[in-house]
């Protein structure tokens, strides 16, 4: 087969490491894109973040529509978002009302000076303080507290400890006597009587049901804590001690039946085991609070809802001085790595900028067509979809998904994932569209004033919101019914 050259023209789509980089950030979370900023942070040295407490003044680089609610309007340039659909040009523009920044050259004063920082607060500024919060004891301390002050034989101070160790979070006792036993030395010579002497002394102790070897005998112990003189408690003990499975079947014409008794005491004694604790030791459990911090906030300007950015979820990022002076003065071929971390650095800041102007341009677009929803709640949220947010703000799909996963907006009626605003709909009789989200608020609404004695299947639901005009499936409500975390029919219904 004979060599030969040829020439083609083709066409194809090339990501820059830019808009590569650009993309990646979008999609990040806030405590994600902290981590990944750290990261380039520690990378390379011409990146620093600002501090809090410097006096020197800056100049925010912040997209035009978090200035001021007055500017949102205005919107900016359909080439600032990281639309994979555009070419590189998106890395390259801002925005008519955001400084434009030079990457030509290396001796550029802005990025030389503190004015070339990224979301930097004022000077005047309170610093934070972190709190402290006092360390709660846990089960296991609050019991071996309880042991010291109880008069006991070193004996059986020591079998309590070992049994205050085979516990678990919720306080059971997870392990037969026999299986401790067991595992115990064979030279202690321990008989399994007095392990359970030792657990009868540590189910006397704070709190109530702990040492309980099944759910039955948790609830029983609280029971017989309680003055003899409780109403309802020795129906309790009953049904606590053999038909536990009927009460949490609420099956009460079965547990009439058995106790032999009318629905005042038997309603009395369903009270008096649902204040009852299944659970004595989750209070002292270890429990790690998570904080979320919204990118976006709404509130209610002149009549008007406007999302700005969040400034405690913007990171301040700005180009180090004391680098950026020496590759000013010193230009030769020794320097080239210092030069290729400075445009490194030019690159995040600015795709940093642009992943913020993004989210606030797509919140935006969320609150303009959700107004109803800010008004009224849940139940005039409209149906949306990712297109119609791409089509108004000319990005593409894949990006609005990007910018809405993760990210989070306070308004005040709570803080919601962008992603709960987004939702398919159901058609009603007069040809309209509702949001799956409102009739879940809907259903919400009915299940909560319905009649306990005689509560709302799912079929009679689906008839009620039928009248309303919104045809829905009895399949339907009870998936969104499930969603809710509302529980069946028959498991509602009370005395």
């Not at 804590?225 to 609420?250: K, N, S």
Request: charged content about 25%; aromatic content about 4%.
């Amino acid at each position: 087969m004979k060599n030969a050259l040829q020439l083609r023209l083709s066409q194809h789509l090339t990501l820059t490491p830019q808009l590569q980089q650009s993309i990646r950030l979008l999609q990040l979370s806030t405590l994600e894109l902290n981590q990944e900023l750290e990261r380039f942070l520690q990378d390379n040295p011409l990146l620093e973040r600002e501090d809090d407490g410097e006096a020197e003044p800056a100049v925010e680089l912040l997209p035009a529509s978090a200035l001021s609610p007055g500017e949102i309007s205005t919107g900016s340039s359909s080439d600032s978002d990281t639309d994979v659909r555009g070419d590189d040009r998106a890395t390259d523009q801002v925005g008519d009302q955001v400084e434009v920044l030079d990457f030509d050259g290396l001796a550029d004063s802005n990025w030389s000076s503190d004015e070339s920082s990224f979301g930097s607060r004022d000077s005047e500024d309170d610093g934070d303080y972190s709190q402290q919060v006092a360390g709660s004891p846990t089960l296991r301390e609050h019991l071996l507290a309880q042991l010291s002050l109880t008069p006991l034989p070193a004996r059986d101070r020591t079998l309590i400890e070992v049994l205050i160790e085979a516990l678990d979070e919720d306080g059971y006792l997870g392990q037969g006597l026999a299986e401790i036993a067991d595992l115990l030395p064979e030279d202690a010579a321990i008989e399994p009587e007095e392990l359970e002497i030792a657990l009868k002394h540590l189910q006397h102790f704070d709190p109530l049901g702990v040492g309980a070897r099944s759910l039955s005998e948790c609830l029983g112990l609280q029971l017989q804590a309680l003055p003899a003189t409780t109403p309802g408690r020795d129906e309790a003990m009953t049904v606590v001690r053999d038909h536990l499975d009927a009460l949490a079947a609420r099956d009460f014409a079965r547990l009439r039946r058995t106790l032999k008794c009318d629905e005042d005491r038997l309603r009395t004694m369903q009270e008096l085991v649902s204040r009852l604790n299944p659970r004595p030791g989750a209070p002292y459990a270890p429990a790690e609070t998570r904080y979320v911090i919204p990118d976006v906030v709404v509130k209610k300007t002149k009549g008007m809802w406007v999302s700005s950015l969040n400034p405690d979820a913007m990171p301040r990022l700005r180009i180090n001085r004391m680098y950026a002076e020496i590759l000013r003065r010193n230009r030769d071929a020794s320097h080239s790595q210092l030069a290729s971390q400075l445009q490194e650095a030019k690159w995040l800041i600015k795709n940093v900028q642009q992943r913020f102007d993004t989210i606030q341009r797509v919140s935006q677009a969320i609150v303009d067509r959700q107004r109803q929803f800010f008004e009224h709640g849940a139940v005039a949220m409209r149906p949306l979809v990712l297109r119609e947010i791409a089509e108004v703000l000319d990005l593409h799909e894949s990006t609005v998904s990007r910018v809405t996963t993760q990210k989070f907006m306070m308004t005040p009626r709570g803080i919601f994932e962008l992603k709960y605003f987004f939702g398919s709909h159901v058609s009603t009789e007069s040809g309209g569209a509702c949001s799956a989200t409102a009739i879940r608020a809907l259903i919400r609404q009915l299940v909560s004033s319905e009649d306990r004695r005689k509560p709302l299947s799912d079929s009679q639901i689906a008839d009620i919101l039928g009248q309303q005009g919104i045809v829905v499936a009895r399949r339907t409500i009870a998936k969104y019914r499930e969603s809710l975390q509302i529980l069946p029919v028959n498991l509602r219904k009370s005395i």
